[in-house]
């Protein structure tokens, strides 16, 4: 049902959310029968405003005051007030008004549509240029989107002119990260370009090396479009997760911890039942959206790509425990010395010696008890037993009471904190 049956209205209409953009408004119809959750409007949104992150909405009450819409709880309570003004209209035997929506860009407001975008929409009509929204949008039919997308992206249709290279997302080993625009498809997409000189025929191998990454189907892997080579560069196209990584959110509280280990492990454990070893596990290789979701990413699957980079290294091996929100081996640093400012220094690493003579010599960082659960410590102990055969298999993991506590499938914690992050990144961004 397009809502709960309690607060589904006696009425025939179809629901009509009308989308208010600066380059015109938007409606969206959607038929009755379909349900619709928080995360179905902030992804309709998407596809609005691609250039922009929205993690909220607002609708106008009577008083024509905004109220922000952040869960399936606050849409639940806008779509109530919604159809209580539509009972009213309709015994006034007025017409009826869509539902009005705003967004909320997590972009300085300066900086929105910046590439003129134009959504040409009149009322009540239909737009050809964004079909998905305009024909009534379920969430199924946003599944069917995505799959067509990869269909379309992964038969070979994948190249250099369809793409139109954005922001930097960041770098990395070796490569720098785009969001870039996928114009068929007009998906936005995040697409990884590493410099390599290499052979033609090392080039062929590492394209082949890559197939597997279509087989690659689970919501806690990236997805993966397609690759091309293009002169002694190589792109590599996945889904794109408007959270980024996890390096850049520090400290993260337990409870949305425990969300994302349960990611981690389903996802290390779905590769490994392709026989792929990740290699590379770190906060900067998994990836976080506003729909909750948490993707791993950066997984060695091309021996011959790896080989590759690994001869311009330049990596980053030292990271923050999410948990503590700092570097977990301090003896490696000197008093009063702070981890960037040694990083930056060592140009991206620090010190490999010292940190693996600590990592070899010293016991292994513990969590300190009482700040955390029970669980949590016990998980992280276990996970960083020295000896390989007394730390747990992925299998072992599943069934650890930190992860079975938290593996409740509930993506609005994940969701939400995401969204609340991005808020105060943006606010904090616009005060300086
Ligand atoms: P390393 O190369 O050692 O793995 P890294 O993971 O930081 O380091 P990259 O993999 O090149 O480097 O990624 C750079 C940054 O780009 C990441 O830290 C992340 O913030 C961003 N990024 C990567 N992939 C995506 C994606 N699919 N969606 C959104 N942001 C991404
Ligand atoms: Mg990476």
């Not at 981690?264 to 026989?275: A, E, H």
């Not at 593996?407 to 943006?426: G, H, I, Q, T, Y």
Request: hydrophobic content about 35%.
């Amino acid at each position: 049902m397009l809502v709960p049956r309690e607060m589904e209205p006696k009425t025939r209409l179809q629901l009509v959310i009308r989308i208010k953009v600066a380059s015109g408004d938007l409606d969206w119809s959607i038929p009755p029968g379909s349900q619709l959750l928080f995360r179905d409007v902030l992804d309709v949104i998407g596809q609005v405003l691609p250039d922009t992150t929205t993690t909220a909405f607002e609708y106008e009450d009577e008083d024509g005051d905004r109220i922000t819409v952040r869960s399936d709880e606050e849409m639940k309570a806008m779509l109530s007030y919604y159809y209580a003004t539509v009972r009213e209209q309709e015994v006034n035997g007025q017409m009826i008004e869509p539902l009005q929506i705003y967004p909320r860009a997590c972009k300085p407001p300066g900086k929105r549509n910046i590439h003129g975008l134009k959504v040409n929409t009149r009322a009540g009509s239909s737009n050809n240029s964004c079909p998905a929204v305009t024909e009534g949008l379920s969430n199924n039919s946003l599944k069917k989107s995505s799959a067509e997308l990869k269909k379309i992206l992964a038969n070979g249709q994948m190249n250099e002119q369809d793409i139109q290279y954005r922001d930097i997302l960041g770098h990395g080993n070796g490569g720098t990260v785009y969001k870039a625009y996928h114009v068929p498809s007009g998906k936005i997409l995040a697409v990884k370009v590493i410099p390599l000189d290499i052979t033609l025929e090392l080039q062929k191998q590492i394209m082949s090396e890559l197939e597997i990454l279509y087989k690659c189907d689970s919501s806690y892997i990236i997805g993966f479009y397609g690759a091309f080579f293009v002169e002694n560069r190589i792109s590599i196209c996945t889904e794109f997760m408007d959270g980024g990584s996890l390096d850049v959110y520090r400290k993260i509280p337990e409870h949305v911890l425990g969300r994302i280990s349960v990611a981690v492990v389903k996802g290390l454990t779905y590769l490994w039942s392709l026989k792929i070893l990740h290699r590379d596990v770190k906060p900067s290789n998994m990836l976080v959206n506003t729909r909750g979701q948490v993707k791993l990413c950066d997984f060695g699957v091309s021996t011959q790509l790896v080989n590759s980079i690994a001869k311009t290294y330049v990596g980053t091996n030292a990271y923050m425990a999410l948990a503590l929100g700092r570097f977990p081996y301090p003896q490696v640093l000197r008093p009063g010395e702070v981890l960037n400012d040694v990083i930056q220094k060592n140009q991206g690493s620090l010190m490999p010696l010292q940190l693996l003579q600590c990592i070899v010599d010293e016991d292994p960082p513990v969590l300190p008890v009482g700040e955390f659960s029970e669980s949590f410590v016990h998980f992280i102990t276990q996970c960083m037993r020295k000896l390989p055969t007394e730390r747990p298999a992925p299998e072992e993991l599943m069934v650890h009471p930190f992860v079975v506590h938290y593996n409740d499938k509930n993506a609005e914690v994940v969701s939400m904190w995401v969204c609340r992050m991005l808020e105060e990144r943006r606010s904090q961004q616009g005060i300086q």
